[in-house]
């Protein structure tokens, strides 16, 4: 199966509501869509969302990189994977997100010349999966209600968005915790929002008042590692490393140095399906459990996410894959079944999910 031609789309979905974090607010998602032809009927469907803030990323990036790797995988063969990949990942430095785009769609099309479905190749077992659902930053009342309303829909996981003033933050993570029964599992994100003093001092206080929280993820800025380690000194909350964690140095690193207790994998920041694999490796290797995570991204990159989750499913124990959930609609179609916090991976072939 040789590779034909590599083509891009922009793909659009309106999301029920604004999403808003610490970092930025957005009302819809649009995402880059690589669709790679090859001389059989099979279309390698692949796809990312850029987010400049957290991978630097714009759309007129990821759609020069993806053209300017093109070349050197057109009309090479599908069966030299292993080789494919070393050349979407050395071609070019940084742009993880460009990168997983074009990745993803490799391992689908390796997939479907295998005549099975991804999970099936990368010796997963696990179809069924649960994810968590983000409530966006607002004000207290907001955040009780969109609470309940996820309640309501079937969620038993929520991921809470601070990062506003530790008054505050303390004020909407207490409240929401006494707004829903004891056994609904509480995250908090806070994107970097806090300093490392702030994150001791809230999370000391709710500790203290008996709010029990099953992480607290990425309380400081990215390269703050010594903050990370000051809290994780100073608190009985778990730490979830996000926007510390891009490398495979930095997955060993931060687990080396005891930064943190999770790390947050999301296939746009490592550059693809490879290297989350390899980063649950590495996580393992330190006993340590992992969250796989999204961007605002649509149903292929997701999917190509909760594959990988089934792939390592030891050792991903959390899926904060709620982005599909969180569109009106995306204009994808194939048998993967996102019902809310439900998420079923199908027995077709590939990804199971085209464009
Ligand atoms: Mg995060």
């Keep these: 199966m040789k590779i034909r031609k590599i083509e891009t789309k922009i793909l659009k979905a309106p999301l029920k509501k604004p999403f808003q974090t610490a970092l930025r607010r957005v009302e819809s998602l649009e995402d880059i869509v690589v669709l790679v032809y090859t001389d059989t009927e099979h279309i390698g469907y692949g796809e990312g969302s850029p987010t400049p803030v957290i991978t630097g990323e714009t759309k007129g990036t990821m759609l020069a990189v993806i053209e300017y790797i093109a070349p050197f995988l057109l009309h090479r063969d599908i069966e030299e994977f292993d080789a494919l990949l070393d050349t979407v990942e050395r071609t070019i430095l940084k742009n993880t997100t460009a990168k997983s785009a074009l990745e993803i769609a490799l391992y689908d099309l390796k997939a479907k010349s295998q005549n099975q479905p991804l999970y099936t190749m990368l010796g997963g077992t696990q179809r069924e999966f649960q994810t968590d659902i983000t409530i966006s930053l607002g004000s207290v009342e907001q955040m009780v209600s969109s609470s309940l309303e996820a309640l309501a829909l079937g969620y038993r996981v929520l991921k809470i968005k601070v990062g506003e003033t530790p008054r505050k933050d303390i004020e ?20 970097q929002a806090w300093s490392a003093k702030e994150s001791v001092q809230i999370l000391t206080t709710l500790e203290s008042r008996g709010v029990v929280l099953e992480l607290v993820e990425q309380p400081v800025k990215a390269e703050d590692i010594r903050g990370l380690q000051y809290i994780k000194q100073r608190v009985q909350t778990p730490l979830l490393a996000d926007e510390s964690l891009f490398t495979l140095a930095d997955a060993r690193s931060l687990l080396e140095n005891n930064c943190v207790d999770f790390l947050n994998i999301k296939l746009a920041k490592c550059g693809g399906i490879r290297n989350a694999l390899k980063v649950a490796d590495i996580a393992d290797e330190y006993g340590a459990k992992c969250m796989l995570g999204c961007m605002l991204e649509g149903a292929i990159s997701v999917c190509a996410g909760v594959h990988v989750a089934s792939a390592r499913a030891k050792t991903i124990t959390m899926l904060d894959l709620d982005a599909v959930s969180l569109c009106q ?8 079944q996102f019902n809310e916090s439900k998420i079923l991976l199908s027995s077709a072939i590939g990804l199971g999910i085209e464009y």
């Design 172 to 191: 909407r993570i207490e409240a929401i915790y006494k707004s829903v029964p004891k056994d609904i599992t509480l995250r908090v994100d806070a994107n």
């Design 329 to 336: 609609n995306t204009p994808t179609h194939g048998t993967v």
